[in-house]
């Protein structure tokens, strides 16, 4: 069913909706039997991907989601039933930041009525490791969100994602090639350690489509999202036989993956953050709380992915 502008349908307000998990939500809900209104918030409504929204049915509001906005950001939530909410560390890399917006998008869809809302939130690593691990700073700063969702009195669901299948295009030292000229995904994790794989384009706002439609709402729940639940090792023998290429996994030190970070360039605060996620994925496992087998559709398996992705740039 297409989104839809009837005034009886539920409206979902969604934050980043020009992005992969915003958007991926708006893709979720455009594929349901039921109708949804949908409204989309953008700093530029003039862009490409706003426009191709408009198109689509979506109500796009011109608005940024700053603390200092407050009284615009509020009232772009007005009349909202559903909020889809999300930020972004790394649009400007400052903990406390990230959490005062966090809370603002909270405050907001409160304030404009919803009576639901779904947090795209992580762990606090700091917490699991019992203060070992402190530099995962996109991670605590989420995880102080959602513990202030979890007091606001409206029906929430923190909505987890996995690892995106994207990091391997995007962070070169995840696959790097060897002085030999092969691949290796190298990691300083057990190749048996199983993660929650996810194409967050395609699969992310099943989960978010999920939770609305289930028949009780699942309040205070946590959900790791994810398109396959996968071994490390397993991806890379399935990333060489769907490109053809010399891949491997190899497991490397937490030293030598922290060395890998500097060599490539990264400042050394996103050196000490990857270096402290990848620690925890290795102490701490990443769990899934839901099979994938509960969404409405198949979802992209990591085999799959690897066969549609363009991987040009990254086996450069």
């Known amino acids: 069913m297409t989104i839809t502008q009837d005034p009886s349908a539920r409206l979902v307000a969604v934050v980043g909706a020009t992005g992969n998990q915003g958007g991926s939500v708006v893709n979720g809900l455009e594929e349901s039997d039921k109708p ?9 409504a003039t862009k490409p991907a706003a426009q191709a929204l408009v198109k689509r049915g979506v109500e796009v509001v011109t608005v940024s989601l700053v603390v200092e906005n407050k009284e615009e950001v509020y009232k772009a939530f007005a009349g909202a039933d559903v909020a889809f909410l999300v930020t972004n560390y790394w649009d400007h890399g400052i ?12 405050d907001a869809a409160k304030a404009g009525g919803a009576s639901r809302i ?22 605590d ?25 994207d990091l391997f295009l995007t962070v070169p030292v995840l696959l ?21 794989f996810i194409d967050i384009a395609r699969d992310y706002g099943l989960w978010a489509r999920y939770v609305l439609e289930l028949p009780t709402f699942p309040d ?12 490390i090792g397993d991806m890379a ?5 769907a490109t053809g290429k010399d891949v491997t996994f190899k497991e ?39 099979k994938a087998e509960v969404l409405p559709r198949h979802t992209t398996t990591w085999a799959e992915f690897a066969k549609i992705t363009d991987w040009s740039k990254a086996f450069a």
């Open 36 to 44: 949804y209104r949908v409204r989309a918030f953008t700093r530029n």
């Open 95 to 106: 903990m406390e930041r990230e959490v005062n917006e966090g809370k603002l998008l909270i």
């Open 118 to 139: 779904l947090w795209s939130g992580l762990p606090s690593y700091s917490k699991l490791s019992g203060g070992k691990l402190v530099h995962a700073y996109h991670f």
């Open 141 to 165: 700063s989420k995880a102080l969100v959602t513990e202030y969702a979890r007091q606001s009195g409206v029906p929430f669901v923190e909505l987890q994602a996995g690892l995106y299948g």
């Open 176 to 196: 790097a090639r060897q002085e030999d000229g092969k691949f290796a995904v190298p990691w300083p994790v057990k190749s048996t350690l199983k993660l929650p």
């Open 220 to 231: 205070g729940s946590t959900i790791i999202t994810h398109s396959e639940y996968i071994s």
């Open 237 to 241: 023998q399935q990333l060489a036989k």
């Open 252 to 290: 490397i030190s937490a030293e030598q993956f922290k060395q890998n970070l500097q060599d490539a360039g990264f400042p050394p605060k996103v050196q000490e953050t990857f270096a402290d996620v990848w620690q925890a994925m290795a102490d701490l496992g990443w769990h899934i709380t839901s």
